[in-house]
């Protein structure tokens, strides 16, 4: 990618902007959040993010889904924490996501459209800078 | 095709002793008995952190937040929210004494008492993606300092602001800045201090992975602002993760031409350098941090002159800690006046702690100045873990003090802290429960100030290691009634005669301990107990010969062992030979091992 | 000029001056351990703590500056009982072996410790048993001692650009060793003893060898020897302050007449010898120049026979060696006045006294440290065929063995050093001084080149004690431009500019070279009595001049003994005679030796 100009910063975050608006990035509408800061990597988080991965793949939502990584959420007391989006249900967090618990959630929040038992913990903070 | 609504039920310890479970198991009873199965699905949750309102029923996509629920509601709930479709009004959660109906989630107040600026990408973007950033209006306050504003702009709304130093001291930034843009210089330097050290303390590590492009992007307007063009991001090696991010995103933002020579067509240039700390903690103090980005050995010189003035090869230098940076692109952005709206009347914005110890959720929080302690610690950390009593909350690391039960109500400021002899440091809270002993905090704390002294100023190097001693000397029942004067003693000269503020707040945590809890000092000394059962030497465990059915466990786990007795009869501890390690009491069943 | 009050006290500092120094201007004495006026402070020992009048907060008044309008409290009882409390925790860590201490009664914790009138021991002790490190021979370095003051690291690397010591370890366990902890033999330590010169307390300290110089004067029977001592330049007018006189206080005769009590068979004075390395330098530069003029500067200074560089101060020499080898050509082969007088003693004297050499004890009496490392540098220290000087003791020492021998130094009766190697001109007694050696050279060289004597002797511009000196000289047709440096750390910037100069072929800035390690000269050496500030070095090269004012012959050349000794024995300046007992040479020495 080469240098940029101020236009095309501009221009780069409208586009962007309206990607992550719509989540439906590349066709992919389901987005599966991981956070992989050192607390979460601590807990295991690579490992969950690879159980998420192959799981995905065992059901065939490749081309469904979309993982992302992303920094500590701040529920550091229930590290590895994932966030799913998927169209038609609550966004919501899951904490204690262990490798099983990663193949739990494919199975039921993806193919069973049912959310986990004990495993759902909110974001901490109403984020005002989206409004 | 997905369930139409979702009912979540709190299953977090507070909730769960009011009997959320069972609310839990009579949802999904009268869902099958009203046969709407399909329709709902009952999950059970985490703790929501608003215990004081438990149980609390969550059903979405409503957003419907229902708060002190009964089980005999759940047939109520249900026949009103799955099938007509409609809100349970007298369960929903009111503002106290506001007629106001029924509340969103994103309304109520707790879920506000968070309030998310410097954390406002963490857990939400791809620390590795520069356009996640950008998209967040990621370097919009760059465009903004680099086109629209002159270097006096800058700092004038920095002021204005009111933004004070997040590493612990609390210098208005924007005097700061000022201070060295008026500095004639054609060399000066921006220096991040990542350098976090404080025990328990995770704020900049969390911040930098989570959002590493915030901090480039203020230090590059800093730059503008002071008129430097060269930064450098002292960070602990410890970090490796938040070292690789700050790597990427440096590389990304000069492939982008956001870092670097000409950004963005302006012709200012920045560059940023990474240099990493061999995790000395007294380098986090700026002048020891400039003298190790130096080469030289990490202690502390006397100022003035400030760094401002003179610092890094004695060219003007700002250092500023990564919250404190993190903050920068979106006051430029939102306005000096939008930030100053935030907070106390002399502390401006949120602060984030990184909030430990037992305590139930513990985790990285950012309020509002101006908070109380007890919101932070019971509304959003959802109080002592395991239902046992508060003892304490230790602000500032090894730097600040306990603040207990009745300053609970303080409002969070710099000042406030001060003058509860703690300090605001930088962020770390730590909560403590009466399962600990404040002389064996007191004694953690000291050996870790003793570990980190530099070793350059008398106060320091000998105060902390007389201190450690003689709180060594009372956890172990060999105290004197004269040891806690001592302590008090030397604690004040350390205070008050230390270059540093290593040295200078060593003292506090002992300091407030023996303020609040002198009683429990007495008791070690006089009493020669410890009424936690931490401080091992005054431990004795023992075995209570009616209880004991002679099982045999606590001699298998003995690692000494010094546990004695024939099978089925009741056992005996060798307290002379015993190490304390509490094995025993662990193991057993049937509470016949007895700690005293 | 800047206002403030220091209690009360009404006084203008200027711009930059620290509130030690406001209190200092009146009158009142704020306690300090870790601060010393040749050094920038380091602010370590947390003693010399005031507040501003109304605050809470206290300020180190060594490396505060004062502000307009400020009003300081030094003296309340807050201030005392933290003051007190630092003491007594730096005590808790330092032993209580005052009695055995080199610097009992000398020393300033000691003296904290009776001012604050502490009585008793408040804080159990906390000491570290840690080896003495005595591989210099010059210098000793006891860590147990040490209150880690920082003094000597900011000598050491500040003040003399030497960078041999540095703080090791980290919190209680911080000492002051060489890098690497190497022992202090082994690493670039040059000797100059500015460390033990400046150390508050026992941690530094000369290598006492007063007991090797006593049992010597002692000895009877067939083993005793024929004891002979000479003194240096810059001894008399230190030696003084350590009997209570005021500083500058000269002493000569005196001494000569404790010597003599001593039981020291034969007195002479480095003064003399001076006058004789005037003469071995004086010529060489001579030459050298010479040799400039005809082949031009620019290619003396490639060759590296030009500029001249003096080289009487051993430590100098260590160091040259260490971080100057490329300077080893431009080094005067002339040896220091010690070792061209203990040359002597053992060949001309010993000759002329009839006495066997290998029955002689020399001893030598410095302002110096280093040396004691320079009676045995190298081989060319054996020019007699034995040790030319046996022992080289500093001021220090000679005071402890004048009060241990009940001699009332300041109230004997004068007296005259022996001959022929006694008597001495007013050139060799300001090689005590800096810029001593380079006007005693000049005042002769100008004599060699012309054959003239100079009306005026006095070379003023390469008096005082600013850091870098320069002047240029009128010989007979020929600008000889000089530069003087003093204090280590001065000389890199000098001989960066030689050096420079010699790599882009270009003629060298200065023609001769004065340097001296200490502060001062030698009357700044690292072996004077304790307490040297540049009040009291002005005060020692005063006496210095006064002392060349009075005698009777102003140059070396002049001096009736240094030409019957050539006449009688050396033959000529640079004969080879004289070459062979009063020349040396020197090598390129690694900075840390394996």
Request: aromatic letters at 6%; one cysteine or more; proline letters at 5%.
């Amino acid at each position: 990618m080469a240098r940029m100009t101020l236009d095309e910063l501009r221009a780069l975050r409208e586009t962007k902007r309206q990607d992550l608006a719509r989540r439906d990035v590349e066709g992919k509408d389901i987005q599966i959040i991981v956070g992989m800061g050192t607390c979460g990597i601590a807990a295991g988080a690579k490992l969950t993010f690879d159980a998420l991965v192959d799981s995905i793949q065992k059901h065939g939502l490749e081309s469904k889904v979309l993982i992302r990584q992303t920094g500590c959420m701040g529920l550091c007391y229930v590290e590895p924490t994932v966030e799913v989006a998927y169209p038609g249900m609550p966004t919501v967090i899951y904490g204690k996501m262990t490798s099983d618990a990663a193949e739990e959630l494919v199975q039921k929040h993806l193919v069973e459209h049912t959310l986990l038992d004990n495993h759902i913990f909110d974001r901490p903070a109403a984020d005002i800078l989206k409004k | 095709m997905a369930k139409k609504n979702f009912m979540l039920v709190c299953g977090g310890t507070g909730c769960e002793s009011s009997k959320s479970d069972e609310i839990y198991r009579t949802l999904i009873k009268e869902a099958e008995l009203q046969g709407v199965k399909d329709d709902v699905q009952v999950v059970k949750t985490g703790c929501f952190g608003f215990c004081e309102k438990g149980p609390i029923v969550k059903v979405l996509p409503s957003e419907s937040f229902y708060v002190e629920v009964k089980p005999e509601d759940a047939k109520e709930i249900i026949a009103e929210q799955v099938i007509k479709g409609r809100e349970v009004k007298r369960l929903l959660y009111k503002k106290s004494q506001q007629t106001a109906d029924n509340i969103k989630v994103q309304d109520i107040e707790f879920y506000q008492k968070q309030f998310r600026i410097v954390l406002r990408n963490c857990g939400v973007i791809n620390p590795e993606n520069i356009e996640e950033y950008i998209a967040r209006d990621g370097y919009v306050a760059l465009e903004k300092a680099l086109f629209e504003m002159s270097p006096q702009q800058i700092i004038d709304v920095m002021k204005a602001s009111g933004l004070r130093g997040r590493g612990g001291a609390g210098f208005p930034t924007g005097v700061k800045w000022e201070t060295a843009a008026k500095v004639n210089s054609e060399v000066k330097y921006v220096v991040c201090n990542a350098d976090e050290g404080d025990p328990g303390a995770y704020m900049d590590r969390s911040t930098i992975e989570g959002d590493p492009h915030s901090v480039l992007e203020a230090m590059i307007i800093a730059g503008k602002a002071i008129g430097a063009h060269n930064g450098y991001i002292y960070i602990r090696a410890e970090y490796p993760l938040a070292i690789d991010r700050l790597k990427v995103a440096i590389a990304q933002a000069k492939e982008r031409g956001l870092m670097g020579v000409d950004i963005l067509g302006s012709g200012f240039d920045f560059d940023v350098e990474i240099r990493l700390g061999a995790g000395a903690f007294v380098c986090g103090e700026e002048t020891a941090l400039l003298q190790s980005i130096e080469g030289n050995r990490g202690m502390p010189i006397p100022k003035p002159p400030f760094p401002a003035i003179k610092g890094l090869w004695g060219k003007p230098t700002i250092i500023n800690n990564v919250e404190t940076l993190a903050n920068i692109p979106v006051i430029l952005t939102k306005g000096a006046e939008w930030f100053a709206a935030i907070g106390t009347d002399k502390s401006k914005g949120t602060k984030v702690f990184a909030l430990t110890g037992k305590i139930n959720n513990s985790g990285l929080i950012e309020v509002p100045m101006g908070t109380t302690l007890r919101e932070i610690i019971f509304d959003i950390g959802g109080g002592i873990k395991g239902g046992k009593k508060f003892k304490g909350v230790q602000t500032g690391g090894p730097s600040g003090g306990i603040i207990v039960e009745k300053d609970l109500d303080t409002p969070i400021s710099y000042e406030s802290l001060i003058a509860l002899g703690s300090m605001m440091g930088s962020g770390g809270m730590i909560v403590m429960d009466e399962d600990d002993c404040v002389v064996d905090v007191s004694k953690f704390y000291m050996a870790f100030c003793v570990d980190e002294s530099c070793g350059k100023c008398a106060p320091c190097r000998i105060g902390t290691n007389q201190m450690h001693a003689l709180l060594d000397k009372i956890s172990k029942g060999n105290g004197v009634e004269a040891d806690l004067d001592s302590l008090e003693r030397i604690g004040k000269a350390m205070t008050k005669a230390s270059l540093c503020m290593l040295g200078g707040s060593a003292a506090n945590p002992t300091l407030a301990t023996i303020r609040h809890f002198r009683d429990e000092y007495m008791e070690h000394i006089v009493d020669h107990k410890c009424r936690a059962g931490k401080c091992k030497s005054l431990v004795v465990y023992e075995i209570i010969p009616a209880k004991c059915i002679g099982c045999g466990l606590c001699a298998r786990k003995c690692p000494v062992p010094c546990i004695t007795g024939e099978k089925k009869q009741p056992h005996v501890i060798d307290t002379a030979r015993c190490i304390k390690c509490g094995e025993c009491f662990k193991a057993c069943k049937f509470g016949a091992v007895t700690k005293r | 000029m800047i206002n403030c009050k220091i209690n009360g006290i009404a006084v203008q500092v200027a711009e930059g001056a620290t509130v030690l120094d406001a209190a200092k201007k009146a009158n009142v004495k704020i306690p300090t351990l870790c601060y010393n006026p040749d050094l920038s402070p380091w602010a370590a020992c947390g003693i010399c703590v005031v507040r501003v009048e109304g605050s809470n907060k206290m300020l180190r008044s060594c490396c505060t500056p004062v502000a307009e309008g400020m009003s300081i409290v030094t003296n309340d009882a807050e201030l005392v009982e933290i003051r007190k409390t630092v003491i007594e925790l730096i005590l808790s860590t330092h032993p209580d072996d005052c009695l055995q201490c080199p610097r009992n009664q000398d020393c300033e914790l000691q003296t904290l410790a009776q001012e604050f009138g502490i009585r008793k021991q408040s804080f159990p002790k906390r000491l570290r048993d840690l080896p003495v490190d005595d591989t210099t021979g010059a210098i000793i370095l006891n860590p147990e001692k040490c209150v880690r003051c920082g003094r000597c690291v900011t000598v050491c690397q500040q003040m003399q650009n030497v960078w041999a010591i540095e703080f090791l370890g980290r919190g209680e366990s911080t000492r002051i060793a060489p890098a690497a902890d190497v022992a202090l033999g082994e690493s670039p330590c040059i000797r100059c003893g500015q460390c033990s010169a400046h150390c508050p307390v026992g941690a530094i300290y000369e290598n006492d060898q007063t007991k090797e110089v006593w049992d010597a004067l002692m000895k009877t029977g067939p083993d005793a020897k024929t004891c002979v001592v000479q003194i240096a330049p810059a001894v008399r007018v230190a030696l003084g302050e350590a009997f209570g006189l005021p500083a500058g206080t000269d002493l000569t005769k005196k001494i000569y007449t404790a010597f003599r009590r001593m039981g020291f068979d034969a007195i002479f004075d480095t003064n003399f010898s001076a006058d004789l390395t005037i003469l071995e330098e004086g010529t060489e530069f001579v030459k050298r120049l010479t040799g400039a003029l005809q082949g031009g500067l620019a290619a003396a200074t490639k060759e590296r026979s030009m500029p001249l560089i003096t080289s009487c101060c051993p430590a100098w020499v260590d160091y040259m060696e260490k971080y100057y080898p490329d300077m080893v050509p431009n080094f005067s082969t002339a040896k220091s006045p010690q070792q061209m007088m203990g040359a002597m003693i053992k060949t001309f004297w010993a000759g002329k006294a009839g006495i066997d050499p290998a029955k002689i004890f020399s001893v030598s009496i410095m302002p110096c440290t280093a040396k004691k490392y320079e009676t045995h540098r190298d081989e060319t220290m054996y020019s007699s065929g034995f040790q030319d000087v046996d022992v080289s003791i500093t001021t220090r020492e000679l005071a402890r063995m004048i009060k241990q021998a009940g001699i009332d130094l300041v109230n004997l009766p004068e007296s005259e050093p022996d001959s022929p190697m006694g008597p001495y001109t007013g050139a060799g007694v300001i090689f005590g001084a800096t810029g001593g050696v380079m006007e005693a050279a000049l005042r002769s060289a100008y004599f060699l080149v012309t054959g003239e004597e100079l009306k005026d002797v006095n070379f003023t511009a390469v008096r005082g004690i600013s850091g870098i000196k320069e002047a240029s000289v009128h010989i007979k047709g020929v600008d000889v431009r000089v530069a003087v440096a003093h204090q280590m750390g001065n000389i890199q910037q000098v001989l960066d500019q030689v050096r420079a100069a010699r790599e882009s072929g270009k003629e060298t800035p200065w023609h001769f070279i004065e340097v001296m390690a200490c502060r001062g000269g030698c009357i700044g050496g690292g072996g004077q009595p304790y307490g040297a500030t540049d009040e009291i070095r002005t005060k020692r090269i005063r006496a210095i001049y006064d002392h060349d004012e009075n005698t009777e012959y102003r140059c070396s050349h002049q001096n009736p003994y240094i030409k019957q000794v050539y006449a009688e024995f050396l033959d000529a300046p640079g004969s080879h005679k004289a070459h062979k007992l009063l020349h040396t040479h020197y090598v390129e020495r690694p900075l840390f030796m394996k």
